[in-house]
């Protein structure tokens, strides 16, 4: 089935530094997503990607749509305490019945003060 | 507040002993879905539920049922839980449709622990 592949896992950096994961797979996407999970909590939708090529900001955050739709990628600007928590990638693909979104394994982010 | 509620947040038990986690979204939504996430495994799909009385298999659903009597509430049930089982589980939802604005709302999170 499909597969994404969420690249790196973990990251330790220190705060102001600029912060970069992506993901990428074998299959193509129609929408790619990316989430954030605050510790004890769900993940919370933070950009949505539509169709390739597609450049997105969302304040500090810039996330992509591959050209040949199988990848995507996040960046973090200027780091700060708060961006701590895990970071998922998700890609949807058209199905028979409407939709389906598949997750990467996350990228754990901590932020040294 | 549009939001997804599950209940409980919390919750230890023995093995073998049947359990429900509820899952309810005040959304309108057609679409919910059950998934369980294990470090480094991440976000993996139980079973989902395109609208009323009509709930397919996602990646792991064995030892898993589900039902969707109600388009609102879409319960998780562990008819024999196993240690195996032990995780944290978000319920989601969202509107169908291809256009934009798909996107998941997810629950708190339940943490479960079979012993």
């Known amino acids: 089935g499909q597969q994404l592949n969420q690249s790196p896992q973990s990251m330790f950096i220190q705060e102001g530094e600029d912060v970069s994961m992506n993901c990428t797979s074998s299959?193509?996407?129609?929408?790619w997503l990316w989430y954030k999970q605050d510790p004890g909590e769900g993940p919370v939708l933070l950009i949505a990607l539509y169709k390739a090529g597609e450049l997105t900001s969302n304040g500090r955050l810039t996330a992509q749509f591959g050209i040949t739709r199988k990848d995507s990628f996040l960046n973090i600007s200027a780091s700060i305490p708060s961006d701590v928590g895990i970071y998922f990638c998700a890609g949807r693909f058209i199905t028979n019945s409407g939709g389906k979104l598949i997750f990467g394994q996350g990228t754990e982010l901590s932020v040294k003060p | 507040e549009a939001q997804v509620t599950q209940n409980p947040r919390y919750l230890i038990t023995v093995t073998g002993k049947k359990l429900t986690v509820t899952c309810s979204q005040n959304?309108?939504?057609?679409?919910m879905s059950w998934y369980r996430q294990d470090p480094g495994l991440g976000l993996r799909q139980i079973y989902y539920s395109m609208n009323v009385e009509v709930t397919d298999k996602g990646d792991v659903p064995e030892g898993y049922k589900v039902s969707r009597k109600e388009k609102r509430n879409f319960p998780l049930i562990l008819e024999s839980p196993s240690p195996n089982q032990t995780s944290l589980y978000f319920c989601?939802?969202?509107?169908?449709?291809?256009?934009?604005?798909?996107?998941?709302?997810f629950g708190s999170g339940t943490r479960l622990t079979v012993v």
């Open positions: 989601a939802s969202s509107p169908m449709g291809r256009g934009r604005g798909y996107g998941y709302t």
């Open positions: 959304m309108n939504h057609e679409y």
């Open positions: 299959s193509i996407f129609n929408t």
